[in-house]
């Protein structure tokens, strides 16, 4: 079992910035990778960064590219998304997710194994 508890959410105004942390516990953090994914009111949840479980890759959906950065610190169990130059379509519980083994492109809710849950992300004009 892997728990993962996220923070750093809050009200922002539109182009401030956010960093959001989830911070795991339970088996080896390093075994995993780790995913943020998001979850706006009426909508699914949809993918929103990912990295590998050495940091060698990262992973973006193209709505947030040069915005947001995903990054992990191993040795603090942490994985880290830095949020840059938010919109209001931002606006969205963001959640973390956990993924044994390696992360390939294309990779959605199915295929995590452990979620966090979720930290509000408002951004508003």
């Known amino acids: 079992q892997v728990q993962l508890v996220e923070s750093g959410g809050g009200l922002v105004q539109a182009g401030g910035s956010l960093r959001l942390s989830c911070a795991a516990s339970g088996r080896t953090f390093s075994g995993y990778a780790m995913g943020w994914f998001r979850q706006a009111p009426g909508k699914e949840r949809e993918f929103v960064a990912a990295?590998?479980?050495?940091?060698?890759?990262?992973y973006y959906a193209d709505f947030v590219k040069g915005r947001f950065t995903i990054s992990r610190d191993n040795a603090k169990n942490t994985v880290y998304l830095q949020m840059n130059a938010l919109k209001p379509e931002d606006t969205a519980v963001y959640y973390c997710a956990a993924r044994s083994g390696n992360w390939y492109p294309g990779m959605g809710v199915r295929d995590l194994d452990y979620w966090g849950q979720g930290t509000q992300v408002t951004v508003s004009s």
């Open positions: 990295i590998s479980r050495s940091s060698g890759r990262t």
